[in-house]
């Protein structure tokens, strides 16, 4: 009687875990939860192939500056840890790409991503879409650069 009772929990363990004839066309699928190597190393959104963002321009640096205030500020800082992780030196350790594509889309970086996947387990909060054009995203971008060459917070 325990030998088949064991036969029967393992049979049920065995189906559960699946049969393991993943096909290439699983792996592919984007609904198969497997991300691309260009979307883990920038990230989920709008932006999927690398940019060429060129030099700072100041000018976009002093928009960004204002667009980081009034949507951004609330939750983070640039050199401490607040609501979300310090943004100081983000440019030096993310890609371009993958900060563009995390703010203008965080709910899916949050669900879909293991950096997002990460941050929400350690500041336990997601980020909200702010509602920023892809255009005032990059000049959100330029600001952040431009703190992390200079150090100079254009909104002081």
Known sequence: ????????????????????????????????????????????????????VGDINLDRARAGAEYFDSRCASCHRMEQRFVGPPLGNITENRSHEFVINFILNPEEMTQKHPVGQALLQEYLTTMPYQNVTEEQAFEILDFLRHYADTGEDLRD
């Open 1 to 52: 009687m325990k030998k088949a009772i064991l036969l029967i929990i393992t049979l049920l363990f065995l189906a559960a875990c699946g049969n393991g004839d993943e096909t290439a066309d699983d792996a592919e699928d984007p609904g198969s939860g497997e991300l691309t190597d260009f979307e883990l190393e920038h990230g989920i959104g709008p932006i999927d192939e690398p940019l060429e």
